[in-house]
């Protein structure tokens, strides 16, 4: 696809959606249409999160006991719900949430006739057993406390965890908190399978996460590809989704192992503040952090809503010289149509990051220089990185019918990127000498990256004879721009030596404009990404379900610097998906699955430009325990992926026959235990290996992936009354023994951290308040994240000591 092609193709989608979204408001808002009409159906919202405490028993009994909790009133039939159980409902909800709870299941609906006001009947004859469209923002999350319940990344049309045939792992805004996490790799130690990938320190602008024992470095928000700006805020994070395994058939070129997705905060209908504000303090330093929210309605009507998130952290770090801040703005607005048909979202972000440029520890005699503090700074006291992330977000959802829902979304996102640091990182590689020395480099990068996309999809659904179709149908255009601009990419190669034990960081780094400098005047990367899919969901019976999924893809790469030097890539690529599940019972499901995907190659090699393919083979089984107030998932796999670019011995010409497989089993658990006690763990055993290669790695195991990891967190509430509540959470980290490269010639030693927690809820001033102090690795472990090549590893942060005050306003 050639550039003018591309945004001609761009400019008509975008076109095309507009004129769609602009009917639709007009049509919806005029005063004399059907739709202004019937505004009296719109739902309260799903009001603010309450906490509800109701024990399985009769429909009915429950159905009462939430309308005088919740404060809505209930029309029904008896005998709509004679004999029919409701599952335990324990946990933070908002009503209607909670509604859908106690409904799971049952052959009942509800529909909301007013503000506070809702009637049941039975659901519409057939089997129609996927759950009704709903026009709710752009795939939002559903999940609340410690139980994931609902995911959008697996399919793009939202479904319980239960009924899809893959493995997604959900942290949910409830553990983020309880942890106090502050960045995504933080988060993501709850989930099995992944773990820090190899630029777990700032050597890169981009966060890394190994998955299922291969690097993935895109992150994706609300569903839409952006290249991590790392570490992102998780101010307005209401989750993190973690698909794991080879989706091309949805989202297009990607890592095999899976990929990350953040679901964002959405505009609420009700008017809330709230303020926070923590530090936190280790041996060498002392961080603050706060952030605030805002979110309501926008005059009268309830349809017009904005949100409004910032926040700000930054200090020492425990590294010697070293200081980071962030500063974060989220903006938001969403517009509601008449009868709850068509909603459009604008959502802009700032994010910038400032912080001192690091590169660990080197390794000496096959191992991290034991004689090294973890906390050495062996670089300059002048190193700096600074990352600024600009996007905008346009989403539109326009139910079309009761059964059918077009979504689409145009996103912007920009980075500008500069760093200037002095290094251990020479010619000879970062491995401690004899004489106890190190050569350092000093390393330039500047450059700006452009992501320009559009998506768009249309999903329908119907009854068939006894079967029951889900539909999708979509589309997505991708353009992204790497432009290293003047001396953008610089080295000077062994600019001197250091003492690892007697480090100088008062060096002064030289000019950007010095001669020594050997550098890129210009270098640009250009990719256009064009890809169309089709996806089917049918519940043959009302215990088997199965999915099929096909997508088409075209990429095109060109890379051209000022020597001159020019590269081009043109794959593309056809990639299936196929699951089926079967309900054995209401609370339990089998799946099997096969998925595939392809990765860019990036060997500025014509011989050896084909995409990177990967497939999977999956088997799961899921369970909902206590009512469904607590979820397990089980899942065994087997993950390929060939056209690996190796040497030949014999010709020394690079050859794509390179192989890396990785198969494993891998649990979660999340949810409650009882309604104070929730619980979220996990395990992983990872068996990988390089399978085919001429490099003498055969055999080895991929970089920064343990054979098993585990975790462990528990909340507890001590005491709830009405003067307050009280509750404490602890948990368990473990990570196996890892390699920091694919020649295995560095271990990093297996590690087990613990961290503890102790957290207050009380009311000041009728205002609701929380106070949260905790210990992140109470025993001092040290220990290393994830390393680099086969000469660096990546510290981890030792015991950490951190207070916050979450305030209502």
Same mark, same amino acid.
């Given at each position: ?100 709870? *106690?409904?799971?299941?049952? #052959? +009942?609906?509800? $529909?909301? %006739? !007013? &503000?506070? =006001? ?99 470095? *895109?992150?994706?928000?609300? #569903? +839409?590809?952006? $290249?991590? %700006? !790392? &570490?992102? =805020? ?108 068509? $909603?459009?979202?604008?959502?802009? =972000? ?460």
């Amino acid at each position: 696809m050639q550039s003018n092609d591309f945004f001609s193709l761009l400019k008509s989608s975008a076109a095309l959606v507009a004129a769609m979204l602009l009917g639709a408001v007009t049509t919806l808002a005029s005063p004399g249409s059907a739709l202004a009409q019937e505004a009296s159906a719109q739902a309260p919202a799903g009001g603010a999160q309450q906490l509800f405490s109701i024990p399985a028993g009769p429909l009915g009994e429950s159905l009462n006991r939430l309308a005088s909790e919740a404060g809505f009133s209930l029309s029904y039939a008896p005998e709509l719900v004679a004999g029919k159980q409701a599952p335990a409902l324990q946990g933070e909800y908002t009503p209607e949430n909670a509604l859908r709870v *106690l409904l799971a299941g049952s #052959g +009942v609906t509800y $529909r909301f %006739t !007013g &503000p506070g =006001s809702v009637v049941l009947s039975a659901a519409p004859a057939g089997p129609m057993m996927v759950d009704a469209i709903r026009v709710e923002g752009w795939r939002p999350s559903r999940n609340v406390g410690y139980r994931p319940d609902w995911v959008s990344s697996a399919s793009k049309t939202d479904a319980p965890l239960i009924e899809t045939p893959a493995s997604v792992a959900v942290v949910p805004e409830a553990v983020i908190r309880d942890q106090n996490a502050r960045t995504v790799e933080e988060a993501l130690r709850n989930v099995a399978g992944v773990g820090a990938g190899a630029n777990a320190a700032n050597v890169s602008v981009q966060e890394s996460f190994s998955i299922r024992g291969f690097n993935s470095l *895109l992150i994706r928000v609300n #569903g +839409v590809q952006r $290249r991590s %700006t !790392g &570490p992102l =805020s998780l101010a307005n994070v209401e989750s993190v989704e973690v698909l794991k395994g080879p989706f091309s058939v949805l989202y297009g070129d990607l890592a095999p192992g899976g990929f990350v997705n953040i679901q964002t905060k959405r505009p609420q209908q009700e008017a809330a503040a709230s303020l926070s504000l923590g530090g936190s303090a280790v041996s060498s330093g002392s961080e603050g952090f706060g952030s605030i929210d805002f979110t309501g309605p926008i005059g009268d009507g309830g349809q017009l809503l904005y949100r409004f998130i910032a926040s700000a952290e930054g200090g020492d770090t425990f590294v010697d010289t070293a200081e980071r801040e962030q500063y974060f703005i989220a903006p938001s607005l969403s517009y509601l149509g008449a009868d709850d048909r068509l $909603r459009l979202d604008l959502d802009l =972000s700032y994010l910038k990051n400032d912080e001192s440029f690091l590169f660990g520890i080197p390794t000496r005699d096959g191992r991290p220089d034991a004689r090294i503090p973890l906390d050495a700074q062996l670089g300059s006291s002048e190193n700096a990185k600074l990352t600024e992330d600009y996007s905008a977000e346009l989403r539109g959802t326009y139910e079309v019918s009761d059964n059918t829902r077009i979504d689409s979304a145009l996103t912007w996102h920009l980075t500008d990127h500069f760093s200037y640091a002095l290094r251990p990182f020479g010619s000879l590689g970062q491995i401690v000498a004899d004489d106890d020395t190190v050569r350092r480099s000093v390393s330039l990068r500047s450059y700006e990256s452009t992501d320009l996309q559009f998506e768009t999809n249309l999903v329908h659904e119907f009854a068939w004879g006894d079967s029951d179709w889900r539909l999708l149908f979509g589309a997505d255009i991708r353009r992204t721009e790497f432009d290293h601009a003047g001396r953008g990419f610089a080295n000077i190669a062994n600019f001197d030596f250091v003492n690892v034990l007697e480090p100088n960081t008062g060096v002064s780094l030289p000019p950007t404009d010095d001669p020594a400098f050997s550098f890129f005047d210009r270098a640009t990367q250009t990719t256009d990404t064009f890809g169309f899919y089709t996806q089917a969901e049918v519940w043959v019976t009302e215990q088997l379900k199965l999915l099929a999924g096909l997508r088409y893809t075209e990429l095109e790469y060109v890379y051209e610097d000022a020597f001159p030097f020019r590269f081009e890539e043109n794959p593309d690529n056809v990639d299936p998906r196929l699951g089926l599940l079967y309900k054995l019972t209401p609370a339990a499901s089998v799946y099997l699955s096969y998925s595939s995907s392809f990765e860019q190659s990036f060997s500025f090699d014509e011989a050896n430009s084909d995409p990177l393919e990967a497939t999977q083979f999956e088997a799961g089984y899921k369970h909902d325990f206590l009512d469904g107030a607590l979820s397990t998932t089980f899942s065994v796999y087997e993950l390929v992926q060939k056209n690996l670019v190796t040497t030949n011995p014999d010709t020394l010409l690079d050859e794509q026959i390179g192989e890396a497989r990785s198969r494993g089993f891998e649990a979660g658990l999340g949810g409650q235990l009882s309604p104070r006690t929730s619980i979220t763990a996990s395990y992983a055993f990872l068996d990988n290996e390089i399978t085919q290669d001429n490099n003498g790695f055969e055999g080895n195991r991929l970089p920064n992936t343990p054979e098993h990891e585990a975790s462990l967190w528990v909340n507890h509430a001590l005491f709830d009354r009405a003067s307050g509540r009280l509750e404490a959470g602890a948990g368990v980290f473990y990570e196996g023994e890892r390699f920091t490269g694919s020649r295995n010639t560095v271990p990093l030693p297996s590690y087990t951290t613990v961290d503890a927690a102790l957290s207050y809820s009380f009311k000041s001033g009728g205002r609701p308040m929380a106070l949260q102090g905790g210990v992140r690795n109470l025993l001092n472990e040290d220990y290393f994240v994830s390393g680099f090549g086969e000469g660096i590893a990546f510290a981890g942060t030792p015991r950490t000591i951190y207070l916050r005050l979450d305030m209502t306003l």
